[in-house]
């Protein structure tokens, strides 16, 4: 089993910034993708931001230039580090890695962000 723990989220101001973290613990044997969701109230879960272990990463059009997505391999570790937040970027985010075919998903971490 795979399990990953969200950490970071919370309340800022328009325009401020948080750092997201999910670390995996478990059956690790070799991360291929990792990335990061979110769902705002009433909406669908929708892609943010994904990196592969190539470093390669993609971005939602709304989040490049904002967001930062990396990992830290040794920690089996992926970041977020979002930057100029918007009062729409309030959601559940959700961090999820990809292995050996099979995905996972953390439990979310709430953000919120204020006008």
């Known amino acids: 089993q795979v399990q990953l723990k969200e950490s970071g989220g919370g309340l800022v101001q328009a325009g401020g910034s948080l750092r997201l973290s999910c670390a995996a613990s478990?059956?690790?044997?070799?991360?291929?993708?990792m990335g990061w969701y979110r769902q705002a109230p009433g909406n669908q879960r929708e892609f943010v931001a994904t990196i592969t272990s190539s470093d390669y990463t993609n971005y939602e059009n709304s989040v490049k230039g904002r967001f930062t997505i990396s990992r830290d391999n040794a920690k089996n570790t992926v970041y977020l580090q979002m930057n100029g937040l918007k009062p729409e970027d309030t959601a559940v985010y959700y961090c999820?890695?990809?292995?050996?075919?099979?995905?996972?998903w953390g439990q979310g971490t709430q953000v919120t962000v204020s006008s």
């Open positions: 999820n890695i990809g292995q050996r075919g099979m995905y996972y």
């Open positions: 478990g059956s690790i044997f070799s991360i291929d993708v």
